[in-house]
């Protein structure tokens, strides 16, 4: 199970982008995080880093 930003607590820190090991996170036009779910392998590395919570399993 992939997982995914909510965009209403992602506050653009990028930190998540930063450690994904496939790179499925990036950066819209508003600064906020998006993960590619067909990236994603689910291994929580972006979560445990988000120091706002924003990431959680879909």
Known sequence: MAYKVDP???IGCHSCMTVC???AIS???DGKCAI???K???CGTC????P???IVAG
């Open 36 to 38: 590619d779910p067909s």
């Open 47 to 50: 979560a445990s880093v988000c």
């Open 21 to 23: 090991p496939m790179m």
């Open 8 to 10: 209403t607590k992602c």
């Open 52 to 54: 706002v919570g924003a």
């Open 27 to 29: 950066a819209g036009a």
């Open 40 to 42: 994603c392998v689910s």
